[in-house]
């Protein structure tokens, strides 16, 4: 087990010999989960740090309309939801649930306290993860505020492409995409095809092409 808990972000670059002294002296569980099985709810309090030792999860939300968004796909070694472990209101803001037959450490709040206290190298991976945390979901607050799909496919592809990259590779098929962006499989095939039409991009399985930048940044000033 420590071999797998040494490559997750926020134990990286702590020695094996000493992660298991540290583990030696406090209290962790281990938890499986079967394929679409709820690891934690949306609302509940974060009061143990999750690491996914083994599979993949999903953070889903409900949007305003009712529909599923899914924020992410998480895959082991990472950590789940380790900004909201600490602070007034530490509840998780999605609901996480198992992809594949998964297990989870949970490392008790007080727990892993104490072990920022020993470590500071584990302080460090902790403060860096939570930083970029923070980040990406202010990221993905700003993409949910859009309210139409062409919005929302253009901040999508702007967030990958960067200022230069005109052709991006996605990484997911239509059906994966219309999934990240809580639509019907139509609907995205229909406004992809749209925006072909207007010249703006070009698509092409798990690839897009950027055809006219300026009307892609239209959409979303």
Do not use: W
Request: glycine share 4%; hydrophobic share 40%; with cysteine.
């Amino acid at each position: 087990m420590f071999e797998k808990v040494q490559l997750c972000p926020v134990m990286r670059g702590v020695p094996l010999n000493e992660l298991e002294i540290l583990f030696k002296s406090m209290h962790f569980n281990i938890h499986q989960y079967d394929t679409n099985q709820m690891v934690i709810e949306s609302g509940a309090d974060c009061n143990s740090l999750m690491i996914l030792i083994e599979g993949e999860v999903r953070g889903e939300m409900p949007d305003q309309a009712g529909k599923t968004v899914k924020i992410e796909d998480i895959a082991a070694p990472r950590p789940i939801a380790p900004a909201f472990l600490f602070g007034q209101n530490n509840k998780c803001p999605v609901n996480v649930i198992a992809n594949i037959p998964t297990r989870v450490l949970f490392i008790p709040r007080n727990e892993f306290l104490k072990l920022l206290q020993q470590n500071t190298t584990i302080l460090t991976n902790y403060l860096n993860i939570i930083s970029s945390r923070s980040q990406f979901l202010s990221g993905k607050i700003k993409f949910l505020s859009f309210k139409t799909l062409r919005e929302k496919i253009a901040q999508y592809i702007y967030e990958l492409s960067g200022e230069n990259l005109k052709t991006i590779f996605t990484g997911k098929s239509q059906e994966e995409l219309a999934e990240f962006f809580g639509v019907a499989r139509p609907s995205l095939s229909r406004t992809l095809k749209e925006m072909e039409n207007e010249g703006i991009l070009k698509t092409e399985r798990k690839y897009i092409t950027i055809l006219d930048r300026e009307k892609l940044s239209r959409l979303i000033s």
